[in-house]
């Protein structure tokens, strides 16, 4: 029997969650008075999105909110993730709150209390309020600020009943994605623009926080959810190409979170960009809050390389090629590809990667607890008729049941050697919005078939409700 396949026990406590977003799940883009977002824009805008594919239907989650709730209670799940659409709460990004809006996520997490499911909830998941862009988006000061008092309602409102406060998922994805490469919303390609936005996304946790601190009643964790990168150098001066890189993916959100500061090497390297004139005094005090757990998503490695400018410049990065780099600061620096195996993005499977991410977070931030908030994989599903099944059909998909089971692992063996890892949400509950990729690509261990929003469970559900209720990997 092959180590991935012996059983082994998961700690106690260990929290078994899974994870969503509101755009990429909810549809109803233009109901119970929500505003539109930049995602909204964007998806609509002719050649952004693979088949103009867009967000307004989506899951149709909005309105199949109980049949949802009950399939994670069937599941067995400790904790679900989800994420709060801003422009439910505030339709354009400042003044008071939507009271449509509020019922909504009232109704999802007092369902998810009633099913004993702990409510994970994440502030900003990349829907950013139209209106806020058109005033300048990320790379303006004054989307943190706004930021700041969105989040005073959330907490007023919904502070007595979450369980974890999770202020931003990715930063990475808003700046360099959003307003570098332009793959993402709102698709602007200014590498200057996309440092205001690290600093402001920043600044905007940092206000976020304390807002949520300051207005739960209850007793919440506090925490952000970054992309962490592992890169692994190719060839000379690759030590080099990794800092660089390391610098802009990791260390620009780490160190000012955590220590306090940005740092010295990143600010060199951009300086031809900017001068970092938008980090203003006491800034760093506000971004620096205590932090009761890390969220880090994991799904693949990076291989980088000095490049000498004699060959033309490889950047199998996972990246859509949109011909603008996500990486400012980064031009000598090549992606090389990966070995395989992979997954339908074309992302390297390497499980061994998050144990050394995880070790490494454990021994530059020994006190801060880690959580995995998203781990995952895109395969093409095997649907099937299967009569003894409530839909009349059966999904088999045991690429994803091995990629959850490895990776699970490697996250145990991160915390047998003192990684303090509190639990594993698996991206995705269900298929959804892809971003760029629109439905072509499916995470979920649900199967939803588009357009009639009718959900079926994979294997790996039923592998993963096996595993909540045991608490054993098989
Ligand atoms: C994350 N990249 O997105 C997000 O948090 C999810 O919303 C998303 O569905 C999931 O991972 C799968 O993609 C990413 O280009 C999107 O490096 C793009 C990248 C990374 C993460």
């Avoid at 202020?167 to 390609?189: K, M, Q």
């Avoid at 932090?291 to 033309?312: E, F, M, Q």
């Amino acid at each position: 029997m092959s180590e991935a396949h012996k059983s082994r026990a998961l700690p106690a406590g260990f929290v078994l969650g899974s994870a969503t977003a509101s755009y990429q799940i909810e549809g109803a883009a233009t109901e119970g008075g929500r505003g539109p977002s930049i995602w909204d824009t964007f998806s609509h805008t002719p050649g952004k999105t693979l088949g103009g594919d867009t967000g307004d239907v989506a899951c149709n989650h909005y309105h199949r909110l109980e049949e949802d709730l009950d399939l994670m209670a069937e599941l067995g799940l400790d904790a679900y993730r989800f994420s709060i659409a801003w422009p439910r709460i505030q339709p354009t990004g400042t003044g008071p709150a939507n009271k449509n809006g509020l019922d909504f996520y009232d109704r999802l997490i007092d369902g998810l209390l009633e099913r004993n499911i702990s409510p994970v909830a994440t502030l900003y998941h990349w829907d950013l309020p139209q209106t806020l862009e058109d005033a300048g988006g990320w790379p303006a000061r004054s989307t943190a600020e706004a930021f700041g008092d969105y989040a005073e309602i959330l907490g007023k409102h919904f502070g007595d009943r979450v369980d974890t406060w999770t202020s931003l998922n990715e930063p990475w994805c808003s700046a360099y994605l959003g307003y570098a490469s332009g793959a993402h919303a709102p698709g602007r390609t200014e590498p200057a623009a996309s440092l205001a936005a690290v600093h402001h996304l920043n600044l905007a946790h940092g206000l976020a926080l304390q807002a949520l601190r300051a207005t739960s009643t209850g007793d919440p964790k506090y925490s952000i959810t970054l992309n962490l990168h592992v890169f692994r150098g190719e060839g000379e001066n690759s030590a080099e190409a990794v800092r660089k890189v390391d610098g802009v993916a990791n260390r620009v959100f780490l160190q000012p979170l955590l220590d306090g500061s940005y740092p010295v090497d990143v600010i060199a390297d951009t300086a031809t960009l900017t001068d970092w004139s938008f980090v203003q005094p006491g800034d760093a005090e506000i971004i620096k809050q205590p932090l009761d757990v890390l969220g880090v998503n994991y799904y693949s490695t990076a291989k980088v390389a000095h490049w000498d400018g004699t060959t033309p410049r490889q950047m199998n990065d996972g990246h859509k090629d949109v011909g603008h780099s996500p990486w400012p600061g980064c031009h000598d620096v090549e992606f090389l590809p990966s070995e395989g195996p992979y997954t339908e993005m074309g992302w390297n499977i390497e499980p061994a990667g998050l144990t050394e991410l995880l070790l490494r977070l454990h021994r530059e931030y020994p006190d801060v607890p880690l959580m995995i908030t998203e781990n995952g994989a895109a395969f093409a599903d095997e649907v099937v008729k299967d009569s003894e099944t409530p839909t009349g059909y059966a999904v088999h998909d045991e690429k994803r049941i091995d990629y959850v089971n490895r990776h699970i692992r490697a996250a145990l063996d991160a915390r047998d050697q003192g990684a303090d890892l509190r639990g594993y949400f698996v991206w995705s509950l269900m298929d959804n919005f892809e971003w760029g990729y629109g439905y072509s690509k499916r995470f979920g261990i649900i199967r939803v078939d588009y357009p009639t929003g009718t959900r079926i469970p994979k294997d790996s559900y039923h592998w993963y409700r096996e595993l909540t209720h045991t608490r054993e990997l098989g």
